[in-house]
């Protein structure tokens, strides 16, 4: 049997690297994390594989 490891937010090693990692915590990066937020809270998205992030 196979598993697949979901997250509702990207692993660091997906983080690091991206379009969002800035170093620090900007605006940005908290108007995503919001948004990301209030999808998940009214049931507007699912966790996601390491490929999908």
Same mark, same amino acid.
């Given at each position: 049997?196979?598993?697949?490891d *979901?997250?509702?937010?990207? $692993? ?7 379009? *969002?990692?800035? @170093? !620090?915590?900007?605006? *940005? !990066?908290?108007?995503?994390? #919001?948004? #990301? *937020?209030? $999808?998940i809270?009214?049931? @507007?998205?699912?966790p ?6």
């Amino acid at each position: 049997n196979q598993t697949k490891d *979901l997250s509702w937010w990207p $692993k660091v090693n997906t983080w690091e690297g991206s379009g *969002l990692d800035f @170093g !620090c915590w900007t605006p *940005l !990066c908290e108007r995503w994390f #919001r948004g #990301r *937020l209030k $999808k998940i809270q009214e049931g @507007g998205t699912q966790p996601y594989s390491t490929k999908q992030w």
